[in-house]
């Protein structure tokens, strides 16, 4: 079992960055894909990147492609996404999701892939 908690969030100006962290525990993080997801009011959440255990192999999504990168370190037990030119349509709560996987290059994009999810951590961009 995996449990995920979120940080890194706040306020930011559009045009600036900011670096989410997931933090997991459990002993198998190295065997799961990870994912990041957000849901902004009113809106379904939507997939923003994954990244398979190894670390091999990466999506994003295309409102997200060329403005974040997702990476993770299996040694530390941590994911990150790294969120620049931030507009304020990335407003969100954004969710860190796990999935136990037996290949190295397993990767999801759904959520309803993810077994274990943390509690979010919100991001707001002001124009």
């Known amino acids: 079992q995996v449990q995920l908690v979120e940080s890194g969030g706040g306020l930011v100006q559009a045009g600036g960055s900011l670096r989410l962290s997931c933090a997991a525990s459990?002993?198998?993080?190295?065997?799961?894909?990870m994912g990041w997801f957000r849901q902004a009011p009113g809106k379904q959440r939507e997939f923003v990147a994954a990244?398979?255990?190894?670390?091999?192999?990466?999506a994003h999504a295309d409102s997200a492609k060329g403005r974040a990168t997702i990476s993770r370190d299996n040694a530390k037990n941590m994911v990150y996404l790294q969120m620049n030119m931030l507009k304020p349509e990335d407003t969100a709560v954004y969710y860190c999701?796990?999935?136990?996987?037996?290949?190295?290059?397993?990767?999801?994009?759904?959520?309803?892939?993810?077994?274990?999810w943390g509690r979010g951590t919100q991001v707001t961009v002001s124009s």
């Open positions: 999701a796990a999935q136990g996987s037996l290949r190295s290059s397993d990767i999801y994009t759904h959520s309803d892939e993810y077994q274990y």
């Open positions: 990244i398979s255990w190894s670390g091999g192999k990466i």
């Open positions: 459990g002993r198998t993080f190295s065997s799961y894909a």
